[in-house]
């Protein structure tokens, strides 16, 4: 019989769980549905954060392995600056496009650059650029991730402070009397981990996509320049059909 009356306290305490949540819910305090409200204003915009970084990281390196490839394959510049134009959410496009921005001012679109030292500030400077796009609202996740449970457990300290008080007021020191605000106060710290968790998760996962973004865009710095500096001299052309040009052909490379 002692067996069987546990077994359905049990199962009407497990019944009125949630009843007795909405109870604590309707019960909190001032101060911790402030701190619940803050809460969830940090919740719904880290996860706008998140969900915005998810898609621009996936466009970023979708787009960068399309573009690296077309590169490699291409032998004028006009072609890959034509391609870079469809891929604008790529670091890497960004990159070359102030490169051959650079490089038109210097030698007019054609020949190899008369020095590269301009053209190695641009590439740092766009790479710079295009790196610190992709870390925009970073500091937010962090900050969120960071606070939150400390903004947690001042609503939890708040709400032990009010349900001592009200014990020392009433004169029953007994844990039935101060166990239901208590209860109500570790809410907020529930609250606070349920914001911190997922942000913290996904400030790391960003963090490292965007060390692999500038490892990225640091080599293909380093082959865009290459490229460019190995750009040959632009004899003159002779004219079709004679001795030195019998087939009427024009060398094909990079810098046409």
Not at 45 to 68: P, Q
Not at 173 to 194: H, N, Q
Not at 223 to 252: H, K, T
């Amino acid at each position: 019989m002692q067996a069987d009356s546990g077994a359905a306290q049990a199962s009407a305490s497990l019944i009125q769980g949630p009843g007795a949540l909405m109870d604590m819910m309707n019960n909190i305090g001032p101060i911790a549905l402030f701190v619940l409200a803050l809460l969830l204003f940090a919740s719904l915009y880290s996860w706008t954060v998140i969900l915005g970084k998810i898609s621009t990281f996936g466009k970023a390196t979708k787009e960068s392995r399309s573009f690296i490839r077309s590169f490699r394959k291409a032998s004028r510049l006009q072609e890959i600056a034509a391609i870079a134009d469809n891929h604008k959410n790529s670091p890497l496009a960004q990159v070359f496009m102030e490169v051959y921005e650079t490089y038109k001012r210097q030698t007019g679109g054609s020949g190899p650059p008369r020095n590269l030292t301009p053209l190695e500030r641009s590439a740092q400077t766009a790479a710079s650029e295009s790196i610190t796009s992709l870390e925009r609202r970073m500091t937010w996740l962090a900050t969120i991730a960071a606070t939150s449970p400390f903004v947690g457990l001042f609503g939890t300290v708040m709400g032990v402070v009010d349900a001592f008080h009200g014990l020392g007021t009433a004169g029953a020191a007994t844990l039935r009397a101060v166990a239901p605000g208590i209860s109500e106060a570790l809410i907020t710290t529930a609250a606070g981990l349920f914001v911190a968790v997922p942000a913290v998760v996904a400030y790391n996962q960003f963090t490292a996509r965007i060390r692999v973004f500038a490892s990225a865009t640091d080599d293909f710095c380093r082959e865009l320049l290459n490229s460019l500096e190995e750009i040959p001299v632009r004899a003159p052309v002779p004219p079709r059909g004679s001795a030195q040009d019998p087939q009427g052909e024009v060398e094909r490379g990079l810098y046409k």
